[in-house]
C-alpha cells in the first residue's frame, strides 16, 4: 500500500522560512510528476508548484521566486523550500504524486499546516 506522509509545517513570522517534505513508502516502482497543493479556509485547493521525473518544474505566479520544489528520486522523497514567507501562505499543504506500483495512479498525503503569523 503506497503511502505519502508530509512534515515540517509549523507556526513561522513573516518574512521566515520553512521547509517542507513527503516520504513516499510501499510498492512504488517509478514516481513520475509529484507536486505540493495547498488550501486556506474557505478556498479551493489550489496548484503550488510540481516537479517531473526530469526534475521539470513549475510554479504558481504567487511563489515563483520565493519557494523551490525539490526532489530525491533515491529516497522517494519530495521537498518544498519556503522563503519570504506571507500571512496569505498560510493553509493546509497537500503532496501529491502519480505513482507507479503495479497500476499507475494519483496518491495524495495528509497535508501539513503552515501558519504564517507575527
Known amino acids: 500500500q503506497v503511502q505519502l506522509v508530509e512534515s515540517g509545517g509549523g507556526l513561522v513570522q513573516p518574512g521566515g522560512s520553512l521547509r517542507l517534505s513527503c516520504a513516499a513508502s510501499?510498492?512504488?516502482?517509478?514516481?513520475?510528476?509529484m507536486g505540493w497543493y495547498r488550501q486556506a479556509p474557505g478556498k479551493e485547493r489550489e496548484l503550488v508548484a510540481t516537479i517531473t521525473s526530469r526534475n521539470s518544474t513549475n510554479y504558481a505566479d504567487s511563489v515563483k521566486g520565493r519557494f523551490t520544489i525539490s526532489r530525491d528520486n533515491a529516497e522517494n522523497t519530495l521537498f518544498l523550500r519556503m522563503n519570504n514567507l506571507k500571512p496569505e501562505d498560510t493553509a493546509v499543504y497537500y503532496c501529491?504524486?502519480?505513482?507507479?506500483?503495479?497500476?499507475?495512479?494519483?496518491?495524495w498525503g495528509q497535508g501539513t499546516q503552515v501558519t504564517v503569523s507575527s
Open positions: 501529491n504524486a502519480e505513482i507507479n506500483s503495479g497500476w499507475r495512479r494519483a496518491y
Open positions: 510501499g510498492t512504488i516502482f517509478s514516481i513520475n510528476t
